[in-house]
């Protein structure tokens, strides 16, 4: 089965940090442009970051020296590595594969006191 399934959303303070995980089933990691996309109530969903097969990495500007994306081939599997958390940041996390045109259904991180 074709899928892509995020993990690590939670609870987290200002100033936190967290992991995002995106498990990918059916075909290989490192063969699509991987993507983190999120979006917070009442707007409309934005591009976070994107890792290509040739491990070129982008990451947008609100999230810019606070996010990291990275993949690890052996499990199949892209991270979102987020530091210095905002309550701004608060949204549904998804993992998009690209070319492939693959959602995942998303994993909620709320940050907030």
């Known amino acids: 089965q074709v899928q892509v399934v995020e993990s690590g959303g939670d609870l987290v303070q200002p100033g936190g940090s967290l992991r995002l995980a995106c498990l990918v089933s059916g075909f290989t990691v490192s063969s699509d442009n991987m993507r983190w996309y999120r979006q917070a109530p009442g707007k409309e969903r934005e591009f976070v970051a994107s890792?290509?097969?040739?491990?070129?990495?982008n990451v947008a500007d609100p999230v810019k020296g606070r996010f990291t994306i990275s993949r690890a081939n052996s499990r199949n599997t892209v991270y979102l590595q987020m530091n210095s958390l905002k309550p701004e940041d608060t949204a549904v996390y998804f993992c998009?594969?690209?070319?492939?045109?693959?959602w995942g259904q998303g994993t909620q991180v709320t940050v907030s006191s």
């Open positions: 998009n594969a690209l070319w492939r045109g693959i």
């Open positions: 890792i290509s097969p040739g491990d070129s990495t």
